[in-house]
C-alpha cells in the first residue's frame, strides 16, 4: 500500500508496509499514481482467479502493456525518455522493498493476546480536585464522576510496590502526576518522589516522574523540586490570553492566563534543555488554533503542544465535522511556519508534528499504541486501577488496586487485543503504523467499544502526519543544500 500526496511544494510517497518515504520529481509522482492504479486492478481482477503468485504484477511490476497504457495517457505532459525513467526508478525501489511492500505484521499480530507483558507506567491521580473549571474538561473539575478526594501517602507508596512487583525486568519505569491538580497535593508529590528514590537501587529501578499542572499555586520552592525531580513537566495553557481565559477560568470565573504566564516562563528557563512541554487545546471557539501555537511560540516557548477538543456533538464546542477544512488549513499553515523559523534559527517543537520515520518503536508498540491497560495504568486516590485516566470512574473498566493486584486481568486481555488489525477503519489506512489505531478512550466515548476510531481525530491525525513528513523533507533539504 502506498499512499501520494502534495504537500508545500513537495512530491510525498509513502509506502506503508516498509515505513519508507520518498520526496519525488512530478513525472515520476504522476506515473506512479497510474502504477498504482494498474497493479490494484490487477490484484482485483486475479483476485477470485488462480494465480501463482508468480507473475510480474503479483511481485509488484505492471505488464508491459499497462506500461503503454500509462505512456499514452501522459505522454502529452511529459516525455516519453522520462516517463521510462520513471518506470525503471519506480521497479527499482519495488525491489529493495520501498514501494508495495507486503505487510509482514499480520501474522505477528495473531500472538498478541499471549504476549507476556509487565507494567511500564503509572499515572498517579494525586488529587480528584481542581482549583480551575475548565469547560471542556474530561474529569469534571477533576472529581472523574465521583467525590473529591486527595491521594494519601500511603496509596501512592503501594501503587509504587505495586508498578515495581509487576514490571519484571523492566528497569526504567514512569510514574506521571496527574489530577485534577496535581500541587493541591504537593506534600504527598513529594514524599511519593523520595519513596520512589529509596525503591531505585534495592530493586535496580530508574523512575522517571513527570508532572502535569495548571500553574496556579506553581511557586519558586515547586518549580525548583519539579526541576531536579521530573524528567518532563506538562504546563497547561491554551494559547492567546482572550482564548485561554474563555475555556479555563478560575473556580470564581477570572482568568487564568495572566496568573500563569509568568510562572511557565520562568519554568521554561529554568529547564535549560529538559524536558516540558507547554499544552493546550483548541476548540470550535479558536479554529484559527495556529495563532495559539505561534503565540507560545513567540512568547518564548519552544516545545508545544495544542491539540483538539474531543467532545461530543451536544457540547457547543466540540470541533464538527464542516470544521475540518478550516482545521486542515491551520496545521498547513503552521507546518509551514514551522519550516520559515527552522531555517531561520528560531525553530520550536509542535508535539504533533514530532514522527519517527526510522520505525523506531517496537513492533508491538506501533501496532497498538500507548499501552493502556496492559503496560499503562491509572492509579485513583484510595488507589483502584484503570486501563487510564480517561477511563477512570467507568465501572466496567475497574481492573484492580494497588493492594490486591489485578484482580480483572480479562480486561487486559481486552486491551491487548486493540490494534490496528482489530480495527476495521484502519485497516487500508495510511497511517496506521504511526498513530497506532488511536486513542481506545476516545473510541469508547464515541461508540462504546474501545476497538473502533473517533473519525474526526483519525482525519486530523491524518493531515498531521502529512505536514509532519513535509517538515522532515523539507529539514533534509535543508541538510543537503
Avoid at 497535593?185 to 518522589?193: A, H, P, R, T, Y
Avoid at 481506545?440 to 509532519?468: M, P, T, W
Wanted: net charge negative; aromatic share 10%.
Amino acid at each position: 500500500m502506498i499512499h501520494q500526496y502534495k504537500n508545500n511544494g513537495y512530491n510525498i510517497v509513502m509506502d506503508v508496509c516498509s515505513g519508507s518515504v520518498h520526496v519525488v520529481e512530478d513525472v515520476v509522482y504522476d506515473v506512479l499514481l497510474e502504477y498504482s492504479k494498474e497493479y490494484d486492478k490487477h490484484i482485483s481482477d486475479t483476485a477470485e482467479m488462480k494465480c501463482d503468485n508468480e507473475c510480474s504484477s503479483c511481485k509488484g511490476f505492471i505488464t508491459n502493456e499497462a506500461k503503454q497504457r500509462i505512456t499514452d495517457k501522459l505522454s502529452e505532459k511529459y516525455k516519453a525518455a522520462h516517463i521510462e525513467e520513471a518506470f525503471e526508478d519506480i521497479e527499482e525501489l519495488i525491489e529493495e522493498g520501498m514501494l508495495f511492500a507486503e505487510d509482514e505484521y499480520q501474522e505477528y499480530i495473531r500472538d498478541f493476546k499471549n504476549r507476556k507483558t509487565v507494567v511500564k507506567a503509572l499515572c498517579l491521580h494525586i488529587a480528584h480536585d481542581c482549583n480551575l473549571s475548565c469547560r471542556y474538561c474530561f474529569a469534571g473539575e477533576g472529581e472523574y464522576k465521583g467525590d473529591r478526594a486527595l491521594m494519601s501517602l500511603d496509596v501512592g507508596k503501594k501503587a509504587l510496590d505495586f508498578l515495581v512487583k509487576n514490571s519484571g525486568n523492566r528497569r526504567n519505569l514512569e510514574v506521571d502526576f496527574f489530577g485534577g491538580e496535581p500541587t493541591m497535593n504537593w506534600e504527598v508529590v513529594k514524599g511519593i518522589v523520595e519513596y520512589g528514590r529509596s525503591l531505585e537501587k534495592t530493586h535496580n529501578k530508574r523512575f522517571r516522574f513527570t508532572l502535569t499542572t495548571n500553574g496556579i499555586l506553581f511557586n519558586e520552592d515547586m518549580m525548583e523540586f519539579a526541576n531536579r525531580e521530573m524528567a518532563n513537566v506538562v504546563l497547561s495553557i491554551d494559547g492567546r490570553k482572550e482564548v485561554n481565559d474563555s475555556m479555563r477560568p478560575t473556580r470564581n470565573g477570572k482568568g487564568s492566563y495572566d496568573l500563569i504566564l509568568p510562572k511557565f516562563k520562568r519554568f521554561a528557563e529554568l529547564r535549560q534543555g529538559k524536558d516540558y512541554y507547554v499544552r493546550g487545546t483548541f476548540t470550535h471557539h479558536n479554529l484559527d488554533f495556529s495563532k495559539d501555537v505561534l503565540h507560545l511560540a513567540d512568547s518564548g516557548f519552544d516545545k508545544i503542544s495544542v491539540e483538539p477538543v474531543v467532545a461530543g456533538a451536544e457540547e457547543e464546542y466540540a470541533i464538527r465535522r464542516e470544521d475540518i477544512p478550516k482545521l486542515k488549513q491551520e496545521y498547513d499553515i503552521l507546518a509551514k511556519e514551522i519550516v520559515k523559523r527552522n531555517r531561520e534559527g528560531k525553530g520550536f517543537t509542535f508535539f504533533h508534528f514530532m514522527i519517527d520515520l526510522e520505525q523506531g518503536p517496537c513492533v508491538a508498540k506501533r501496532l497498538s499504541g500507548c499501552g493502556s491497560g496492559t503496560e499503562y495504568l491509572a492509579v485513583t486516590p484510595w488507589g483502584d486501577l484503570y486501563p487510564c485516566h480517561q477511563f477512570v470512574g467507568e465501572d466496567k473498566f475497574l481492573m484492580g488496586n494497588v493492594e490486591e493486584g489485578i484482580t480483572h486481568s480479562d480486561i487486559c486481555d481486552e486491551f491487548k487485543l486493540c490494534n490496528v488489525y482489530a480495527k476495521d477503519k484502519c485497516r487500508d489506512c495510511f497511517a496506521r503504523f504511526y498513530c497506532s489505531g488511536g486513542c481506545a478512550a476516545n473510541s469508547y466515548k464515541f461508540h462504546s467499544r474501545i476497538n473502533d476510531v473517533y473519525d474526526i481525530g483519525c482525519e486530523l491525525e491524518q493531515k498531521r502526519i502529512e505536514c509532519a513528513i513535509m517538515i522532515k523533507a523539507a529539514m533534509a533539504e535543508e541538510k543537503e543544500s
